[in-house]
């Protein structure tokens, strides 16, 4: 009689049962048999290069234009940057000569709403790599409340799906950066542990080094197995807002003085300080020379003005307004808006010195009563005009946004 020579079922017990030349095996132990080998062959596919969708810089900035409006310098610096950092890991171990090509860590400076995340977002997106965003403000010591800095590889890893090899190739984008700047140049008595301690412990993460990573995050489950994970050739892209940081420029400029200097003043543009960012200015804000120097590429974003929020509301591919046309296009509504409302969008971004996030902000408060309403009625046209942005947003709350 046929029966599978794993679990001994008879023919008539299992769905299907395969022939060999000495037994047979049925579909039941062939599915486990396929699970134990996932399992146990998870995270050890090798990485292939060949696969990797690399563009030349002036490629990768035209692929960035198409989502991210403006920021050509940064654009510029990331390019080149992504580009040598995956160009090194092209060449593989078998090079002929000693010259070893370290890694391109990129910090980007800008004020909150000019796309610092955006761009690492989109860089990940081209490139199909894992990628992860981790917030600095909850990153402290060891030991103490809040996250560790191994749980910047645990998300980078949850990305990869904890194909290990994958994840060593990915990209982090860490976010608020600035945020973990030393508190004071006076030693205290206690700890920095979540400024000067984390930037130690931030080290070994940047420049390379094998680091056993807690797949499911080290507090709540102790028992678990580690996974050795290699930074050596993970990018690692930091942004930060730096506020206050113009004065720590204006300062190395001497952009105060009086008399005979005076004319230094002319050619700087007070408008965008940023621009004259160097390292030294981020030591001046707290971060640790250290952490600079395993930083090697820093580069500033524009603050964006009433041209550029213009284009970012309706010009990129994942542009806010072809957001809201295509979700009210899901029920089967059209929507459009007037010129002028778009005129009054960006007016009122403006003023409430929001950045792009602000564009977004102002265009809920304007559509939110429409989306509420119309999937539930047989409208299939609506057109948003100036007279009904301006009703909506007088009856709002969002004046509470404004900066002063």
Aim: proline share 3%.
């Amino acid at each position: 009689m046929e029966k599978c020579s794993f679990c001994g079922r008879e023919k008539k017990e299992v769905n299907l049962l395969i022939a060999g030349i000495s037994g047979h095996i049925c579909d039941s132990c062939i599915t486990q048999a396929h699970e134990i080998i996932d399992e146990e062959l998870k995270g050890t596919s090798d990485f292939d290069m060949s696969k990797l969708k690399l563009l030349k810089p002036k490629e990768i900035k035209a692929f960035l234009d198409q989502y991210v409006v403006g920021q050509d310098d940064a654009k510029r610096y990331l390019s080149v940057a992504v580009y040598n950092h995956y160009k090194r890991l092209g060449q593989g171990k078998n090079t002929k000569d000693d010259v070893e090509i370290e890694k391109s860590n990129i910090i980007l400076v800008g004020e909150t709403g000019t796309g610092k995340t955006l761009l690492a977002r989109t860089i990940a997106k081209m490139l199909h790599v894992p990628f992860s965003i981790v917030d600095a403000t909850v990153l402290t010591e060891a030991g103490y409340v809040g996250e560790d800095i191994e749980s910047i590889l645990t998300r980078l890893l949850q990305a990869a799906d904890y194909d290990v090899n994958a994840a060593q190739r990915g990209i982090v984008f860490i976010d608020e950066i600035d945020k973990i700047a030393r508190k004071g140049d006076n030693p205290s008595i206690t700890r920095d542990v979540s400024g000067e301690g984390v930037q130690q412990g931030l080290l070994k993460l940047l420049e390379g080094s094998i680091v056993n990573v807690p797949p499911q995050g080290g507090r709540k489950h102790p028992e678990q197995k580690m996974i050795a994970v290699d930074t050596k050739n993970i990018l690692f892209i930091c942004g930060g807002a730096f506020d206050g940081i113009d004065k720590k420029i204006s300062q190395r400029l001497n952009t105060q003085i009086i008399g005979y200097g005076g004319d230094t003043r002319d050619r700087i543009d007070k408008n965008n300080i940023l621009q004259y960012i160097a390292p030294q200015d981020l030591k001046s804000f707290g971060l640790i020379p250290e952490i600079i120097g395993r930083l090697p590429v820093l580069t500033y974003l524009n603050p964006l003005d009433r041209e550029t929020l213009r284009k970012i509301l309706t010009e990129p591919k994942n542009a806010i307004i072809k957001q809201y046309i295509k979700l009210f296009k899901l029920d089967h509504i059209k929507l459009s808006f007037d010129e002028a409302c778009f005129e009054f969008i960006v007016d009122k971004a403006v003023e409430f010195k929001l950045g792009a996030r602000g564009l977004r902000s102002i265009c809920e408060v304007i559509i939110n009563d429409a989306m509420f309403e119309m999937p539930s009625e047989e409208t299939k046209e609506f057109n948003v005009t100036l007279e009904y942005a301006q009703e909506k947003l007088s009856k709002s709350n969002l004046k509470r946004l404004k900066v002063a």
